[in-house]
């Protein structure tokens, strides 16, 4: 079995983990290991991004970090994490001119940054590579920078699949390494989650394969506590009809900031006005309230004919479409799509998770030695994120995350005690040399999927959530009875088990968060609570009690 000892250990490698492998090589240590279950710098959302990139540069209009600061805040209605959303508007400036200085390539006018005013956004803040591109380009620049530098050790196709703790630190982990199928254990002196979101968990959702809320399962069953987990955000307009190949579901949006573009119900009456939103001017609408409004429109019997509504363009000028897309007209008219002439259909997906492990502003959790970064950390965003502010999010946690871990293990003598990691490596020797069940982690991911789209997407009950975690917690309980294949090399049943048994964890805690949350605000949406309730003004945590269940608490 394969032993690696580091200095910091990274789990995941999106734009967080890359960026605090370069934070922790530079604050001076010198082995940092960063690992991801897919490929280096090519798994999770970050090379999925599109665009908006928020950083108060100043460059198209004067502007400041304190103004980007009351924007998110104002967007998180009420329930950001004051401290960490000051963090990352105040550093994302300076990480988005770091990049600049790596050739990102951020896209430029007149010789300045371009920067385009998102929804929620009080003046042009959001910076672009190209439309389409800012994604690939941050992840391209990152992977550049990190293969540099020789303090870092990239890992891939490894699953983490525990964190080992002694004493209540974190001393290392156990991965599955999906090539020989074998356990792999990692001695280390911090570790620093950056694993992502869990938008995967929803049927309908904008993510890649590898966003299943790991992270969230990691740093739970090591000590640390989750927070706001039931602020899931539902991008609201992700294409729903016609058949679109080969392009991302949620494509619009760069082109909304271009053209502006008309949501239309079945009628073909533009609607947003009636949920106080007025588009007049552009693209205006905040995520929550968009997806809100297009909900309600199809529940009242409103919808297009998929059950979503209509984006128009059909109204600009066909020379406008033509320089707006550019060579994407030619990809919709593949698909049988001519703007000009015809709306698409579009409805809310699952697309990022507002909440997440809770860390203070050194990315530390409470648990000694383990930090987290990027997406997996809840607070900044409170209710609902503000278009752009994930991308600087996963830059500035992640080099913080980075640099503060290297000052931990500096000051740490070494930990590991193998007797602790000896669970976690037998549970993946079992399962490897395969179980027979009676299902499939596969088919029960599924219905994981369909449940949690069901009665944990946009519009939540009491009855429904109460039904979703009872079925949760009847699939953790399954765990033990599923059928495993024996194999060793990319066994994709071994994988399977390990993703369901991160995700229920995961799934149980939006939805036991979302159950205890008794009003409407952001981006959950109780019908059987529709108002704001200025007593939930409260932030709620969640923690792993000894015998496997959560516990919640409320915090002020
Ligand atoms: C389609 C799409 C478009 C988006 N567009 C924008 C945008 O325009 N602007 C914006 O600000 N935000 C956007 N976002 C959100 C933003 O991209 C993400 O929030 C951000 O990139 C998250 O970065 P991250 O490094 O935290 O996570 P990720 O980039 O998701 O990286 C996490 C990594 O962890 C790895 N991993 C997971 N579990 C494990 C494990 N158990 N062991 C080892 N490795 C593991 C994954 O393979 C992955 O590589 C978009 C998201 C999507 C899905």
Not at 227 to 242: C, K, N, R, S, Y
Not at 537 to 545: E, F, M, N
Request: aromatic fraction near 6%.
């Amino acid at each position: 079995m394969t032993h690696i000892e580091t200095d910091v250990l990274i789990v995941g490698a999106g734009g967080a983990g890359m960026y605090a492998a370069i934070g922790a090589a530079r604050a001076g240590a010198k082995r940092v290991l960063l690992v991801d279950k897919s490929l280096v710098g090519r798994g999770g959302a970050t090379i999925m991004a599109q665009m908006t990139v928020a950083a108060a540069l100043g460059e198209e209009a004067p502007d400041d970090w304190p103004l980007h600061l009351a924007d998110t805040l104002a967007a998180g209605r009420g329930l950001c994490d004051e401290n960490l959303a000051a963090v990352l508007c105040r550093e994302a400036p300076v990480r988005i001119r770091e990049m600049d200085g790596w050739r990102v390539g951020w896209a430029r006018r007149d010789g300045h940054i371009a920067q385009v005013t998102a929804p929620g956004h009080s003046r042009p803040r959001c910076c672009y590579v190209d439309f389409l591109n800012t994604g690939p380009a941050v992840a391209a620049t990152l992977r550049r920078r990190v293969s540099r530098i020789d303090a870092i050790r990239r890992v891939s196709n490894l699953i983490v699949t525990d964190i080992v703790t002694t004493g209540g630190e974190a001393v290392g982990a156990v991965a599955l390494d999906q090539a020989e199928g074998e356990p792999v254990t990692i001695a280390t002196n911090a570790v620093v989650i950056a694993a992502g979101g869990l938008s995967r968990l929803f049927r309908r959702n904008s993510a890649s394969a590898n966003m299943g809320g790991d992270g969230y399962a990691l740093a739970l069953a090591a000590g640390a506590d989750l927070v706001d987990m039931e602020f899931v955000q539902f991008f609201p307009i992700g294409h729903l009809a016609p058949r679109l190949v080969g392009m991302d579901p949620i494509m619009w949006d760069p082109f909304r900031y271009k053209l502006g573009g008309r949501l239309l119900d079945g009628n073909g009456r533009e609607f947003l006005a009636d949920y106080g939103s007025d588009e007049s001017t552009g693209y205006t609408t905040p995520r929550d309230i968009a997806t809100y409004a297009i909900q309600k429109e199809v529940a009242a019997g409103r919808g297009s004919p998929h059950g979503g509504v209509y984006l128009s363009f059909t109204h600009v000028p066909r020379g406008d479409l033509d320089a707006a897309f550019g060579p994407v007209i030619e990809r919709l008219a593949r698909n049988g799509i001519d703007l000009g002439r015809m709306p698409v259909e579009v409805a809310p997906i699952a697309h990022y998770q507002m909440g997440g492990i809770a860390v203070d502003e050194t990315m530390a959790t409470r648990v000694p030695g383990l930090y987290a970064a990027g997406e997996a950390v809840g607070g900044a965003n409170g209710a609902n994120r503000l278009s752009g502010n994930a991308i600087p999010e996963a830059l500035v946690f992640g080099e913080r995350a980075g640099r503060f871990a290297a000052a931990h293990a500096k000051a740490r003598r070494d930990g590991w005690d193998a007797k602790r990691a000896a669970p976690a490596v037998d549970a993946i020797r079992r399962l490897r040399d395969g179980q027979r069940g009676n299902a499939s982690a596969a088919a029960l991911l599924e219905e994981l999927r369909e449940v949690m789209w069901r009665e944990v997407g946009p519009f939540r009950t009491a009855a429904g959530l109460v039904g979703a975690a009872n079925r949760l917690a009847s699939m953790r309980r399954a765990l033990a009875d599923l059928t495993v294949e024996p194999g060793r090399a990319f066994n994709p049943t071994l994988a399977d088990w390990f993703e369901l048994r991160a995700g229920l964890i995961a799934a149980e805690a939006v939805t036991q968060a979302a159950l205890a949350r008794q009003e409407s605000r952001g981006a959950h949406q109780r019908e059987d609570f529709p108002d704001t309730d200025p007593a939930w003004t409260c932030r709620q945590r969640v923690a792993l009690r000894p015998d496997g269940g959560l516990a919640l608490k409320a915090v002020r």
